[in-house]
């Protein structure tokens, strides 16, 4: 099975408005953190925000919130206010295990591409 | 600007060369993370080192090596080149100490072009 699955094809969305984009994951391990990254088209991956699987809050940073559903195993992005700056490919990513640990590598989805219009 | 420092940024070669990529990570980060982002595997890990030691590999091919040298930069060499490594290989870095999320900082990449 796929440890991290984001499926839309891609999203659009207006200016101003919010977005959501999905991301569902698995794993047993109790312990774990998930992190959302941004690649523009410029090809950088920029760390956006994590969360923690013990964390009791949902994670914000700016505009940035995590929707974090732990039954159902979701970590869904909500971008609030979007920016056409805000056009790139969006990648929902999972670290098993404790930090630090041995096991610290971050697994990746496959990503989703959102485009702001005007 | 994240901090860390790949080389080159492009590389054009051809198939049954061998090349290698360089990683500066950031300052004071002990481990560093070498990706492969194709577009039909997306970003795959390869492999991982930690103060010099190797901790983790994941999908890396034989014809790929890398090492941690004691600066703590970092270098993956792929020999006998194929098409299909045509890719953008990312390095990544973190502190790994307690008490902080583990979230990687990417470098801007390689972009390697098999010809």
């Known amino acids: 099975a796929q440890k991290i699955t984001q499926t839309q094809p891609g999203m659009f969305v207006q200016e101003k408005e919010a977005v959501t984009l999905d991301c569902t994951y698995d794993?047993?391990?109790?312990?774990?953190?998930l992190f959302w990254y941004k690649q523009p088209s410029s090809g950088e991956m920029i760390f956006l925000i994590y969360?923690?699987?013990?964390?009791?809050q949902n994670a914000t940073e700016g505009r940035y919130s995590l929707n974090f559903q732990k039954a159902r195993k979701s970590a869904n992005l909500v971008i609030s206010a979007s920016q056409l700056g805000d056009s790139a490919m969006y990648f929902c990513?999972?670290?098993?295990?404790?930090?630090?640990?041995?096991?610290?590598?971050?697994?990746f989805g496959k990503g989703i591409t959102l485009s702001v219009r005007p | 600007d994240s901090g860390v420092t790949q080389t080159p940024k492009h590389l054009i070669t051809a198939t049954g060369q061998r090349v290698t990529l360089r990683c500066s990570p950031r300052?004071?980060?002990?481990?560093v993370y070498w990706y492969q982002q194709s577009l039909d595997q997306g970003l795959q890990f390869l492999i991982h080192?930690?103060?010099?030691?190797?901790?983790a590999k994941g999908n890396i091919l034989e014809r790929f090596s890398a090492q941690q040298f004691p600066d703590l930069h970092s270098e993956l060499n792929l020999s006998s080149l194929e098409l299909g490594d045509s890719a953008l290989y990312f390095c990544?870095?973190?502190?790994?100490?307690?008490?902080?999320?583990?979230?990687?900082?990417f470098g801007e990449g390689s972009r390697l072009t098999v010809l």
């Open positions: 990544a870095s973190s502190a790994g100490l307690a008490g902080l999320t583990g979230e990687l900082f």
């Open positions: 794993t047993s391990d109790p312990s774990y953190g």
């Open positions: 969360q923690g699987s013990y964390d009791q």
């Open positions: 990513a999972m670290r098993e295990g404790p930090f630090p640990g041995a096991n610290s590598k971050l697994t």
């Open positions: 300052s004071g980060d002990l481990s």
């Open positions: 080192y930690y103060n010099g030691e190797e901790r």
